[in-house]
């Protein structure tokens, strides 16, 4: 039986209440948003791959995965590459709560 608090909640809310999940999702979703944020620079600069590329120093291949969210460890020096030379710049900003991650089974 569903707890009371829980039926007002939607399927998605119910679904990151599960750590597990959550961090899923978390994953999946920064890859996601690097990947948006990376095209919409890209168009807004009219920039190809092949020209973000010869202009950050940063590989065809990498960029075509950031694209196909086929890059799973980005580094700092590869982001912030791409970034500046599409003209933005990373700023990292401290949370309230620092997520914590799930300790994986090996």
């Given at each position: ?74 580094t700092f020096n590869t982001l912030n590459s791409l970034m500046s030379t599409l003209g933005y ?18």
């Amino acid at each position: 039986m569903k707890n009371k608090n829980n039926k007002n909640l939607t399927s998605f809310e119910q679904l990151m209440q599960d750590p597990k999940q959550r961090e899923k999702f978390d994953k999946e979703y920064s890859k996601f948003i690097i990947k948006e944020f990376l095209l919409e620079a890209m168009n807004e600069n009219h920039m190809s791959v092949r020209k973000l590329a010869e202009e950050s120093g940063v590989s065809t291949s990498i960029i075509q995965n950031i694209k196909s969210e086929k890059s799973t460890n980005i580094t700092f020096n590869t982001l912030n590459s791409l970034m500046s030379t599409l003209g933005y710049r990373i700023i990292i900003e401290k949370i309230e709560k620092p997520v914590k991650k799930v300790k994986e089974k090996r």
